[in-house]
Antibody, heavy 123, light 112 residues
Framework: DVQLLESGGGLVQPGGSLRLSCAAS????????MSWVRQAPGKGLEWVST????????YYAGSVKGRFTISRDNSKNTLYVQMNSLRAEDTALYYC????????????????WGQGTLVTVSS | DIVLTQSPLSLPVTPGEPASMSCRSS???????????LNWYLQKPGQSPQVLIY???NRASGVPDRFSGSGSGTDFTLKISRVEAEDVGVYYC?????????FGGGTKVEIK
């Protein structure tokens, strides 16, 4: 079974930092483009970041660019996001998701998603 | 950025009856290879989103055939031929054509 298990969420003060992890199993992680997507409480879905299989390219939403860094360790089948300078508006459930690709080599859709880890930014 | 507009916001449904919802894109999602990079997800209450339809009209593995996706370019539709109680939740469309990846605001399906 393909599984994604996020961890590392918690309560952090504004301006603080947090690193989330996503442990993958059941598929060839090193061949997969991976992403983070978040969902603020009671709100819709927002793409956060994507990283290619060999970490050669990374992409960020404008709202997190310069503050978040996506990375991966293919030897550990684990995806990360380092979140710095956190703001109240970063409060959300953070999902990791495997990207599925058609012909463009880009992240065309997500399948599957993890169960999410909650990040709360508050003083 | 590509903006996706979903309608209606809320969709009360009767079990056994059909249901339909729309997703409109601010830019064409049709690629030169002929693929429509529009996907549909269902987020059931308390759960993570799950893909229903990818590339406009392809049902994901394990998705019942009562779900179908159609459309091309900028206008897309998700149809449920006969709604079941387990279909309640929020349906999101998402474009995979270009960065930033974007989602529609969602259509909430609830039983009448």
């Amino acid at each position: 079974d393909v599984q994604l298990l996020e961890s590392g969420g918690g309560l952090v003060q504004p301006g603080g930092s947090l690193r989330l992890s996503c442990a993958a199993s059941g598929f060839t992680f090193s061949d997969s483009i991976m992403s983070w997507v978040r969902q603020a409480p009671g709100k819709g879905l927002e793409w956060v970041s994507t990283i290619t299989a060999n970490s050669g390219s990374t992409y960020y939403a404008g709202s997190v660019k310069g503050r978040f860094t996506i990375s991966r360790d293919n030897s550990k089948n684990t995806l990360y996001v380092q979140m710095n300078s956190l703001r109240a508006e970063d409060t959300a459930l953070y999902y990791c998701a495997r990207c599925r690709v058609q012909t463009s080599g880009w992240c065309n859709w997500f399948d599957p998603w993890g169960q999410g880890t909650l990040v709360t930014v508050s003083s | 950025d590509i903006v996706l507009t979903q309608s209606p916001l809320s969709l009360p449904v009767t079990p056994g009856e059909p249901a339909s919802m729309s997703c409109r894109s601010s830019q064409s999602l049709l690629s030169s290879e002929g693929y429509n990079y529009l996907n549909w997800y269902l987020q059931k209450p308390g759960q993570s989103p799950q893909v229903l339809i990818y590339l406009g009209s392809n049902r994901a593995s394990g998705v019942p055939d009562r779900f179908s996706g159609s459309g091309s370019g900028t206008d897309f539709t998700l149809k449920i031929s006969r709604v079941e109680a387990e279909d309640v939740g929020v349906y999101y469309c998402m474009q995979g054509r270009q960065a930033p990846l974007t989602f529609g605001g969602g259509t909430k399906v609830e039983i009448k």
